[in-house]
């Protein structure tokens, strides 16, 4: 296959053309992020790319977050990209009406589950497919999350508020983000994978973390470079919240853009008490230090099924143990078992 123009230059620039499609798994299972809670006003749509599909998010008049499969049943338009100003050829933007989003091409509404409601020029019966999938959505901790199952299957759990982000004694949500050239699951694994930080971060030590894995849930005790400690709770594979007491909490909200990228979102709050120049500091230090080494990393490695892991390699394997419960694999496989 020819290259793309992206990776010609990539090519020209660093001498890499890299190995593509070596992940070995689909997209995971669970709630993630589609969109800033920010991002998104009343009436309005927002474009996106996850879980390799195009989407459309948009909010209800009355605030209400959905999302759905972007192209229409009925001739196939993106339901959000409507015509644009008189005389250009600029798109315009997705039409919410009511609950529901009109496809611009023929106003064929869809409510926020994707199913067709409403055919307005045809007096005929609105057939039993026009529809377009529906994902479960929710809005927590600043997000728009959306429920990814591979074979469509309902939510099969929630995700809490945090109290963080209900409190105005705290300042939040700040958010940060990035995409990353590699698998959600190889984004996540760093966290088990301690002796990267020797290497990549430059910390005078292999961090010594506690980590428990207890069903969908994955709590790690740590230290941090100031002598204290963070608390890890890891509530499904690329979500969870980070806390340090007294100085931060926040939302690591990681979604697969499809099998082999990921957009990576933290959410932030800090205690008002602290001041915003602590806050900003701590923030930068965790979104900017705490993890740009690890970007170029990401971006040109390959997935290795089974690792050559010698001791002192950390718990990489069992990570990959706990992940697997977020996949829907093919009956007998044994893929990521190592
Ligand atoms: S393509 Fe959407 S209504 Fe015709
Ligand atoms: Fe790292």
New binding site residues.
Partial sequence: MSMTEAELERVQKTGIKGVRNTFTLPVPNGWFGVAQSDEIGPGEVCNKHYFGQDLVVYRTESGVPHVLAAYCAHLGAHLGVGPGAQLSREPGPGRVSGDCIACPFHGWRYDGTGRCVEIPYSEGRIPENARVRGFPAIEKNGLILAWHHLESKPPAWDLPDLPEFADPDWVGPIYTDRYIDTSLQDVTE?DQDTV??LY??GTETIPEQETRFEGRTRYTVGPRRDGGTFSRETLQLGYGVLRVPDSVAFVYASSPVDEEHTHQRWVFAYPRSIGDEAGREIIDAFSKSG?YH?IPIWNHKVYKDRPLLVQGDGRIMEYRRWARQFYTLPEGSDTAEG
Avoid: S, T, Y
């Fill in positions: 760093n990267h930080f990549v971060h993890i690890d």
